[in-house]
């Protein structure tokens, strides 16, 4: 049980497009989801929290309006990095939670390249 | 600052030995603990959370907490060369958003 697919696992594509990433709990409800960064051989950097329905909480120092977060609904959360650029580049990770202290569930990740 | 401390390693272990990963924290309300294996290139996975003071097993797993000294490790039985990854140690500070507090990781190098 608590499964997480993230979609796509690769993308590749040109500086200035912009890329959205989807989360989605298969077999629980997520009422929290996390999204991570992590550059290679560097831990993992929450970018933000996103509880259903409401706006995300975002890092100090992450760009809300370039990290775009949807969290419409309890089974899936989007994620969209507008006008990437090759800086963006990194493996992005997303988590889900049910209620209380139960653990976090990742997906498998999605790693974007940006040229 | 909320801090989770572990050793980055390498900790290299012969295989059939047992393991033993170690993570202290800051925060003495915290009230969640976990353990995530990361392949490299790989997204984190569960390995094992654990509540309560005491020992915890599952399978070849051990989890073990002790609040009192703010320490939590885990040890790994039989290790085997599949067992190669880094070690992440991960803890609730209980804030309503139930954001974990990650640890570095440790890597762990089993040998054949």
């Known amino acids: 049980g608590a499964v997480v697919s993230q979609h796509p696992s690769w993308v590749i594509c040109k500086s200035g497009t912009s890329v959205k990433i989807e989360c989605r709990s298969l077999?629980?409800?997520?009422?929290?989801m996390f999204w991570y960064r992590q550059f290679p051989k560097q831990s993992l950097m929450l970018m933000a929290t996103?509880?259903?329905?409401?706006?995300?909480?975002?890092e100090q120092g992450v760009e809300k309006d370039k990290f775009l977060i949807n969290h419409a609904s309890l089974t899936l959360s989007t994620l969209t990095v507008t006008s990437a650029h090759p800086e963006d580049s990194s493996f992005y990770i997303c988590?889900?939670?049910?209620?209380?202290?139960?653990?976090?569930?990742f997906g498998d990740g999605t790693r974007l390249s940006i040229l | 600052q909320k801090e989770v401390e572990q050793n980055s390693g390498p900790l290299s272990v012969p295989e059939g030995a047992i393991a033993s990963l170690n993570c202290t924290y800051s925060?003495?309300?915290?009230?969640?603990f976990f353990w995530y294996r990361q392949y490299s290139g790989k997204s984190p996975e569960l390995i094992m959370f654990?509540?309560s003071n005491g020992d915890k097993e599952d399978g070849r797993f051990t989890a073990q907490l002790n609040k009192a000294s703010q320490y939590v490790s885990l040890l790994i039985r039989d290790s085997q060369p599949s067992d190669s990854a880094t070690y992440l140690c991960?803890?609730?500070?209980?804030?309503?958003?139930?954001?974990?507090?990650w640890g570095a990781g440790t890597k762990l190098i089993i040998k054949p």
């Open positions: 925060d003495r309300g915290s009230q969640s």
């Open positions: 077999d629980f409800q997520a009422t929290t």
């Open positions: 996103s509880n259903e329905g409401s706006k995300a909480t975002y």
């Open positions: 654990i509540y």
């Open positions: 988590s889900g939670k049910g209620f209380s202290n139960q653990p976090q569930h």
């Open positions: 991960a803890v609730n500070g209980g804030d309503s958003n139930y954001q974990l507090i």
